[in-house]
């Protein structure tokens, strides 16, 4: 019997195209089981039907790949190069499709999302913790913007999801509410304030509030001429163009006070207390809202939207 290759004519395209990717299992098996009747045993396939494609396949390549004897099947010296070979491409293919299947059910690929809030505690900090332990195949990005920036990002295509402050819906864009957060007001260590556990928003009459350009620092000022409707009951609003961790380490410093949410207590800088916020009805609140593209068909968003819904479920109407 010929135990090397047997030389062909065709194409080397045409040799491609006819080689069957259920071919190569069928021999594959073959040499693994060392036997063409218990390999298509273990396929659930009849063994003249095994047997009739590893001879295609012999044809088809120009290569004898399996002595055949009484005692079974062997792998030529050729057929064993092959084989190598073969595996590979079918270990390969098997990744690949279940890399797709993985991609489009949402469990693999990738979603970028668009925040100014901290992540140093709080509700979007567990949200992505939680997503990354059901879906450890996707790789999360992130991008810290201001609000103007995100919307742009948002229409652009650069992020698939914004998670901002209020309710109103970006330009050309859907919205489900996440969670609330508190306002805390923060205090250098030693100020007056401090000895209460409560403070109400006309206490903060005479004080210097510190408020960031940045979001969401516009929003926090809108909520304090709403919770302060009289001029005289206001604090003196200072804005800085700085950040909200800078301009709580100028509080830290003594230079005012500010008002912050719940997540960015986790930074835990240095020289601040916190105190909660209340008005005549109770603690006040900031609203957390995502946005996305209704046109964004990226099946690993679907997949965060649907955790979305399951962990921040919206009230029945």
């Known amino acids: ?34 036997s063409f009747r218990r390999a298509a045993e273990a396929l659930l396939i009849r063994q003249s039907k095994l047997s009739r494609c590893v001879r295609q396949l012999e044809e088809r390549i120009g290569m004898i790949i399996f002595d055949r004897s009484s005692g079974g099947a062997r792998a030529t010296q050729a057929g064993r190069d092959f084989l190598r070979t073969a595996r590979a491409i079918l270990e390969q293919m098997d990744t690949l499709l279940a890399s797709a299947h993985s991609t489009g059910r949402g469990e693999a690929g990738r979603v970028a999302i668009g925040f100014y809030t901290s992540l140093s505690a709080g509700n ?21 913007r201001s609000r103007t920036r995100l919307a742009t990002a948002l229409r652009n295509g650069a992020i698939d999801l914004a998670i901002v402050t209020g309710g109103t819906p970006l330009i050309g864009s859907k919205m489900i509410p996440l969670w609330n957060e508190r306002v805390l007001l923060a205090l250098p260590e030693g100020h007056r304030l401090a000895e209460s556990e409560t403070i109400f928003w006309t206490d903060l009459k005479g004080e210097t509030l510190l408020v960031s350009r940045h979001d969401p620092g516009p929003e926090i000022q809108e909520l304090l001429l709403t919770k302060l409707t009289s001029p005289e009951h206001r604090p003196k609003a200072v804005c800085q163009t700085a950040s909200w961790g800078n301009v709580n380490s100028l509080v830290g410093a003594g230079f005012g006070v500010s008002l912050v949410t719940e997540s960015d207590v986790g930074a835990n800088l240095s020289g601040l207390i916190y105190r909660e916020l209340r008005d005549g ?37």
């Open 1 to 34: 019997m010929d135990h090397g290759s047997k030389p062909t004519n065709a194409p080397l395209h045409n040799l491609t195209a006819a080689v069957d990717l259920v071919h190569l299992r069928y021999a594959v098996a073959a040499a693994d089981y060392g």
């Open 124 to 144: 979007l900090r567990a949200t992505l913790v939680d997503y990354a332990k059901r879906f450890p195949q996707i790789e999360v990005g992130m991008m810290e």
């Open 281 to 317: 009805t109770g603690p006040s609140c900031v609203r957390y809202s995502a946005h996305w593209r209704t046109d964004n068909d990226n099946p690993a968003l679907a997949s965060f939207l649907k955790m979305l819904g399951e962990r921040y479920p919206s009230p029945a109407v």
